[in-house]
């Protein structure tokens, strides 16, 4: 977790011993040299010489004390996300960071170390919720009612205040479509808010059990406004996260406005994290990125021109114009869709080459009608191969762009929302991590069927997706595991079978399509 609370007795650290040619020190070296990274993790320069099968001694330190927390445990070189139990008993609990101190050892003494901080927060001083990250799973935690903590997936979409305000009945309306989280976009007059209707708006979203994702957009560069708006809500019953910049690198604000807001955001409230969405594919990442706790990613590739912008009469291209979908790529061999696990992809590349721990992705699937530069609306079909698209790459939350919208859209996200906040599905997205299929199929176009798996046990949860799928295609799942049934389909035709072996086959597919399917692995791989 990305911080603990007084009261809890246990926590974990996670380590990375991942090879690197960026950072780090070199791995057949001698030199203990601090790594340049405030996070718990090691990176390691290799040379062709390097055993990949030796194992390092672990060993975490308490700073300020000297005294080991883990000591003598093991990671293999080259292995990343590996979990160690703590006990908290030791610490107190302070608005102050821990100081924590890695070491790794290799065979030959060789030391390798790295530091980051521990945060081990006193309980508020008066009730409210709290949220936190789990820093392994990316998954974003929740507690509101009693001691323990939920898991919380965000399905939801940015809502029109003016469309609140023209019937007293459309929250609940909205609410009862499925979405579990209000986000209200401001105004750009002031604070952006009638912050009355806005406490009504909250008062009743909290009776509806919707949380709240409080948007700050047009203020989070003023430090007074930002004061009225965190001090006046972070007691809520149902403050869910705090969101600031809205597409900073597109409207090229200040690279260090994000980073301010963050520390500022947190010193009034160390409770709850801080999102931003940034737009473009790579225009100051690591700077603007270092102002939030969760990024968000909105790519918007259907309907646009990629290469030429209709709305600004100017060619399109890595250094110039504006054509909706930065840096975008769309042709017969590179389907629109594709578009959205690139982008997603690439950012995680990004946060590993840059030597920071990986921070939560959330993604902002295209939902909206036709304006601007995008000559059409999106089916629904397209709109769940987009949110399923960024959850096999590793999104963690979905907030689509924006609400009201066409009516088959709401209609489509309306029923996709009892899968994404089904029993089903929350057993395996939060508890596990998103791996691979290995794709056999008929197709011409790379990337024609995307398919990721979440393990717990001995089931698994897939997800596939079709960009430009036609004819029978084939999975076989990661890891070695072998499928012995299909036990529940959670959404899409009833297409894919178990094959002989422990694959998966579909009868048939149909260009877009969506399929989860919850399936039963064989005993022997478990």
């Not at 790594?35 to 390092?56: C, I, P």
């Not at 065979?107 to 820093?135: C, E, H, K, W």
């Not at 997800?463 to 072998?482: D, F, H, K, N, Q």
């Amino acid at each position: 977790m990305n911080f603990y609370l007084d009261g809890e007795r246990g926590g974990s650290f996670i380590v990375d011993a991942k090879a690197s040619y960026i950072h780090g020190q070199p791995y057949n070296g001698h030199q203990a040299v601090q790594a340049e990274s405030d996070e718990l993790r090691v990176r390691s320069n290799v040379t062709s010489s390097h055993r990949n099968d030796e194992v390092l001694q672990v060993k975490i330190i308490h700073s300020d004390t000297g005294v080991a927390i883990i000591d003598r445990a093991g990671i293999a070189f080259n292995e990343t996300g590996r979990e160690y139990s703590i006990t908290l008993t030791s610490f107190k609990p302070s608005q102050a960071p821990s100081p924590i101190k890695l070491e790794l050892t290799k065979r030959d003494g060789t030391i390798f170390t790295a530091t980051t901080d521990l945060y081990f927060l006193p309980n508020p001083a008066i009730p409210q919720t709290v949220s936190r990250i789990d820093s392994l799973r990316g998954s974003l935690q929740l507690r509101s009612n009693g001691p323990s903590f939920e898991t919380v997936f965000p399905y939801s979409f940015y809502l029109s205040g003016a469309w609140l305000a023209s019937d007293a009945t459309n929250l609940r309306k909205f609410k009862d479509l499925g979405y579990n989280v209000l986000h209200v976009v401001p105004g750009g007059d002031g604070i952006g808010y009638d912050l009355n209707q806005l406490d009504a708006w909250y008062d009743e979203a909290e009776k509806l059990g919707l949380w709240i994702m409080h948007d700050m957009r047009w203020t989070y560069q003023n430090r007074d406004y930002v004061r009225i708006q965190v001090e006046r809500y972070k007691r809520r019953k149902n403050m869910l996260l705090w969101y600031t910049a809205d597409e900073p690198d597109g409207h090229e604000d200040s690279p260090d406005a994000p980073s301010k807001a963050y520390s500022f955001i947190k010193s009034l409230d160390p409770y709850h994290p801080i999102s931003l969405c940034l737009n473009c594919q790579n225009y100051h990442f690591q700077e603007y990125s270092a102002g939030a706790d969760i990024i968000m990613a909105d790519i918007y590739p259907i309907g646009t021109n990629t290469e030429y912008s209709t709305k600004y009469n100017t060619p399109c291209n890595t250094t110039y114009g504006d054509c909706g979908c930065d840096n975008c790529r769309t042709s017969p061999t590179s389907p629109a869709l594709l578009n959205i696990p690139s982008r997603l992809d690439l950012w995680s590349r990004f946060q590993s080459q840059l030597g920071l721990a990986p921070k939560p992705i959330w993604s902002v699937p295209q939902a909206f009608p036709a304006q601007d530069f995008w000559t059409r609306t999106p089916t629904p079909e397209e709109v769940f191969a987009m949110t399923l698209l960024s959850i096999n790459h590793g999104a963690t939350g979905i907030v689509m762009w924006n609400f009201p919208t066409a009516d088959e859209i709401v209609e489509g996200t309306s029923k996709f929302s009892a899968v994404i906040m089904g029993r089903e599905f929350g057993h395996f997205v939060p508890r596990a991590r998103p791996e691979a299929c290995r794709v056999i199929g008929e197709g011409k176009v790379e990337g024609s069927v995307d398919a990721s798996a979440w393990r717990v046990g001995g089931e698994m949860l897939v997800s596939v997706v079709g960009v430009e799928a036609r004819g029978v295609w084939g999975l076989i799942l990661p890891g070695g595991a072998r499928a012995k049934e299909v036990r529940t389909r959670l959404w899409g035709r009833d297409e894919w079978k178990v094959r002989l072996g422990g694959s998966l086959a579909s009868g048939g597919m149909e260009g877009v399509e969506s399929f989860a399917l919850v399936v039963e692995i064989e005993d022997e791989d478990w």
